[in-house]
């Protein structure tokens, strides 16, 4: 058997080992991309957040609470995490936590929806969950995992949205319970993405950690009293990040780590396709 990579003299794999390092061009960088798809206007609003009105000084930070935005608050978490800030483990365990009892609640009160419109099937009819005749496809592209899970987050209220929708059509729900089951995940929601600007950066790592210090106390009134398995190490989140360093860090400067200089190629912002256009429609 022979390889041929690129401009490489044709190799045996018997003499592989025997390559000199460098041989190889190295492969790139993981990149994970995916395609979120909404049928409703209530998903997408809430994917996209709401325009403050102009002027509305009072309502200005209501723009940010979205997708995005939260996607770009989790990136220095994530980044924390990875160079031992236990502070940060324990953030992404209650955002984790948060987000795990919001899935189920949509997925219970989406189950119990689909079996009422299953009862009234009968041989002749047949309801189905509503769907948009032209459903939205957002390509997604984030720097973290907690960034895709709060889209899917979106994209589960959309499927509980569209079997809402159909309830109410074929008079099995009223508009009252429609409006009430529609807007207390949505509030939820958008609370976790705003839950995600609480976190404050603290600079201690396990191994700088000491409960004497100016600096643990400092972080204590942040963030409260550290649990001692995050402290540990023995307790994080699921959805965790390896831990690259043990050395102190410093984060990058953006508005989620305002006063914080570092290098801003430590941290890549979440991006999604812009869809201002869509809301208009």
Not at 35 to 57: C, I, M, N, Q, Y
Not at 65 to 94: C, E, S, T
Not at 222 to 231: N, S, V, Y
């Amino acid at each position: 058997m022979h390889w041929h990579i690129n401009n490489i003299k044709e190799i045996k794999v018997d003499d592989i080992n025997l390559l000199k390092p460098g041989a190889f061009e190295q492969p790139g960088v993981f990149r994970c991309k995916a395609v979120l798809t909404l049928h409703s206007k209530e998903a997408l609003k809430l994917f996209a957040g709401r325009p403050a009105p102009e002027g509305d000084e009072a309502s200005k930070d209501f723009s940010v609470n979205n997708v995005k935005k939260f996607g770009k608050r989790m990136n220095p978490i994530w980044f924390a995490a990875q160079y031992n800030d236990p502070y940060a483990d324990w953030f992404l365990y209650q955002i984790e936590q948060k987000m795990e009892r919001l899935e189920q609640a949509m997925a219970d009160e989406t189950a119990k929806l689909n079996a009422l419109l299953e009862r009234v099937n009968v041989a002749s009819a047949k309801v189905l969950a509503s769907q948009s005749l032209r459903p939205l496809d957002i390509p997604l592209d984030f720097a973290n995992p907690y960034s895709y899970r709060g889209a899917f987050l979106v994209g589960t209220y959309d499927v509980l949205i569209r079997a809402l929708m159909a309830a109410c059509h074929v008079s099995l729900m009223d508009r009252q319970g429609r409006d009430l089951a529609l807007n207390v995940p949505a509030r939820q929601i958008r609370k976790l993405f705003m839950m995600a600007g609480d976190w404050k950066f603290t600079g201690i790592t396990r191994d700088t950690y000491d409960p004497a210090s100016d600096k643990v106390r400092e972080a204590e009134g942040l963030m409260g009293a550290l649990p001692q398995g995050f402290l540990e190490g023995t307790a994080r989140a699921k959805v965790a990040p390896d831990i690259r360093g043990k050395e102190s860090f410093a984060l990058p400067q953006d508005e989620t780590t305002a006063g914080m200089v570092a290098p801003l190629s430590l941290v890549r912002d979440a991006e999604v396709t812009p869809i201002n256009s869509a809301l208009g429609a």
